[in-house]
Nanobody, 115 residues
């Protein structure tokens, strides 16, 4: 079955950087677009970045400039590089794939930006 396992979440100081990883299994990774979402306490889940099977990236306007999504199709792994972090980036970050009419999610990894 589809499995998405995120890692890399941590406490980071404002202005710092962090890289999240998501290891995928149970499907043909290199055939699907992948996404990172985040959900802050009391807020709706929002899209951070998307990447096509061959590496084309999309960022919503509010996320442009500080996040970089990438993937390694040989390792079935999705990445999110997070730079110049702000307290408002504090959230649980989720890896996501949409296939055959269904959304699949990992368990999430907590990122806390605080001094």
């Amino acid at each position: 079955q589809v499995q998405l396992v995120e890692s890399g979440g941590d406490l980071v100081q404002p202005g710092g950087s962090l890289r999240l990883s998501c290891v995928a299994s149970g499907f043909t990774f290199n055939r699907y677009a992948m996404n990172w979402f985040r959900q802050a306490l009391g807020k709706e889940r929002e899209l951070v970045a998307s990447i096509s099977p061959n590496g084309g990236a999309y960022y919503p306007p509010s996320m442009k400039g500080r996040f970089v999504i990438s993937r390694d199709n040989d390792q079935n792994t999705l990445y999110l590089q997070m730079n110049a972090q702000r307290p408002e980036d504090t959230a649980i970050y989720y890896c996501n794939v949409y296939m055959s009419g269904s959304d699949y999610w990992g368990q999430g990894t907590q990122v806390t930006v605080s001094s």
